[in-house]
């Protein structure tokens, strides 16, 4: 454990543990908006901004996320108007700014290979500025995640009812694609900006395997965000590797894994469905007309109940009995 | 200006084009505080259209007003509680009663916890639709009608005082429909305001005071609620002449 006594070491992790939080609270309301992608486009645009800091001898990291969040908040406005046709104007955009972002560097004369510690994270070599900087944004972006969420959870969910309970539901939608691609830039220097995309994805699809409840979901993927940034931060120090790789690689390894986990959870959350409290004494209250056979399999949520089994659908529980249904 | 006697909803007028067509013609009624109307008429009629003018959803010429201010001058949301004629949340994860919990967001202010207050409404919206037990299941794997359930609910935790509701009793049971006559009887007897999209009355039939019929777009019939024209199809006629027999309409 003697790495932990090395500066750059505790730079990296503190970076690393603000990236896998500051990811996935925001890539939980992409995934939501059917936005999984956005991160990496984002990425792409944010090229250009790093591509103008080299050439102009800016600060990298506050360029980029200018540009970055001009482009984010033009693309919403560009959307919500029905602007841009499909998927075309943004791939525009988005190979534009990567494009951009070469040329300018290499006009810089600092060729090309001065831009790959921005596409695939260069956590070890972090400076002290670049992790203020990369703190204040993530606190930024975590406060705006967890503070508004009951908003932003009502916005994504059902955009029309927002509005007639007078959500200001625009400003809700620019603020989430600004701060998406704040994380972006936040993250360029942890996994890179062609990876950043699967940090504020795969931990959140991992979570809503794994449990029930936006908010817990939510929680739980930056979780597992975590754990996969500081895994791939200590791994490619202990094997040399490149980190923005490992802990993308580490994220994919967890979301396999919660496959067969979920699968197990399914099965022990079905009978936690019985109703042991306030179980009122069984009636034999016949149901109406019933075309329909109960059994295994059938389709409907069948729940353990009193030595017998009811069927439910439709907010009824039916139970056989003698060639007809109880109602539960 | 909003006064205390000022109609809920105010309609002067109301033409709604959609992509070129006309969808509501000339609409004009006034409903009044506490009124429970519903408003009939064929598919395609622009039952929806119209509540989602009065709502402010899609644009209208000629004047809405709710509780007497100008739709575009309307800032008091928090008094309307919305419930769309079918759910369009997706949200693989969020549980019935997050849902519900949205309700109460006009009522709080953003950055500030849930008050007791609020997690005490989400449980009595909840236990008005009989869904307490499933609160906790995730939305998208809720029946039909517990879903439409969830929504009423979600309107009821915002202690609303005027409730649009439409098509509340499209594809649900018959124990959802009379959950939804008890939660319109507590409504009524609250004072509140209620307007239906209504196909078949069911049994809501004795809570509704008044009924609004819609063809083509035009408002062919303003009266009491008769439980003869409620339960038929109503047949194209000519508005002239609907004009003239006022609520012989069935």
Request: aromatic content about 6%; proline content about 5%; charged content about 15%.
């Amino acid at each position: 454990m003697e790495w932990l006594a090395l500066e750059f070491m505790q730079r990296a992790l503190l970076a690393a543990v603000i990236t896998g939080l500051a990811a996935p609270a925001i890539g939980t309301y992409l995934v939501q908006r059917r936005l999984s992608l956005l991160g990496d486009g984002l990425g792409h645009l944010a090229v250009a901004g790093v591509g103008l800091a080299l050439l102009t001898g800016a600060a990298p990291l506050p360029l980029a996320v200018v540009v970055c969040v001009a482009g984010a908040v033009g693309i919403e406005l560009l959307r919500e108007f029905g602007r841009t046709s499909g998927d075309v104007g943004l791939a525009i955009l988005f190979y534009g700014g990567l494009s951009a972002g070469l040329l300018l560097a290499s006009l810089s004369g600092q060729g090309t290979g001065t831009l790959s510690a921005y596409l695939f994270g260069s956590l070890l070599t972090i400076n002290a500025g670049e992790l203020w900087v990369i703190a204040g944004l993530g606190v930024v972006v975590l406060v705006f995640c967890l503070g508004l969420l009951p908003q932003l959870f009502a916005v994504s969910a059902d955009e029309p009812f927002a509005r007639t309970i007078g959500l200001p539901v625009r400003l809700y939608n620019v603020a989430v694609v600004a701060l998406a691609a704040v994380t972006v830039t936040v993250s360029m220097r942890t996994v890179g900006l062609l990876l950043v995309s699967a940090l504020m994805v795969v931990p959140v699809a991992t979570a809503n395997h794994l449990v029930i409840g936006f908010r817990r979901s939510m929680l739980v993927a930056m979780a597992f965000g975590v754990l996969a940034a500081v895994g791939g931060t200590i791994g490619s120090f202990q094997f040399d590797t490149a980190p923005g790789a490992l802990i993308v690689v580490i994220s994919i390894a967890l979301f396999a894994l919660s496959w067969p986990v979920s699968e197990l959870l399914a099965r022990r959350r079905a009978p936690a469905l019985e109703l042991v409290d306030d179980q009122p004494p069984l009636s034999h209250e016949l149901t109406e007309e019933h075309p329909h056979l109960h059994s295994e399999g059938c389709g409907h949520l069948a729940v353990q109940h009193g030595g017998h089994v009811d069927y439910i659908h439709d907010g009824h529980r039916h139970a056989a009995h003698e060639g007809h249904y109880d109602e539960h | 200006m909003s006064s205390p006697d000022s109609p809920a909803i105010t309609a002067d007028h109301v033409d709604v084009v959609l992509s070129g067509v006309p969808i509501v013609r000339q609409a004009t009624f006034e409903i009044g505080p506490g009124e429970s109307v519903a408003v009939t008429g064929n598919n395609g009629s622009g039952k929806t259209t119209l509540m989602r003018a009065l709502l402010g959803l899609v644009p209208h010429r000629g004047t809405i007003r709710l509780f007497g201010t100008e739709l575009g001058r309307f800032a008091q949301w928090r008094r309307i509680g919305y419930v769309p004629q079918r759910s369009s949340i997706l949200v693989q994860q969020a549980t019935a009663r997050e849902v519900v919990a949205t309700g109460r967001l006009g009522l709080r202010r953003p950055l500030w916890p849930a008050s007791s207050t609020d997690r005490r409404a989400v449980g009595e919206a909840l236990a008005a639709v009989g869904l307490s037990d499933r609160a906790g299941a995730p939305f998208v794997r809720l029946s039909g009608g517990q879903q439409q359930r969830v929504l009423i609910a979600r309107a009821l935790a915002g202690e609303a005082d005027l409730m649009v509701w439409d098509e509340p009793l499209a594809g649900v049971d018959q124990a959802t429909q009379g959950v939804l006559a008890g939660v319109l009887r507590e409504l009524r007897e609250h004072g509140r305001t209620v307007v239906m999209v209504l196909h078949e009355p069911g049994p809501l039939e004795p809570l509704i005071d008044r009924a609004i019929t819609l063809v083509d777009g035009r408002v062919v019939a303003d009266g009491p609620f008769l439980a003869s024209a409620g339960g038929h199809e109503i047949h194209e006629i000519p508005h002239a002449q609907a004009h003239h027999t006022g609520l012989e309409v069935v």
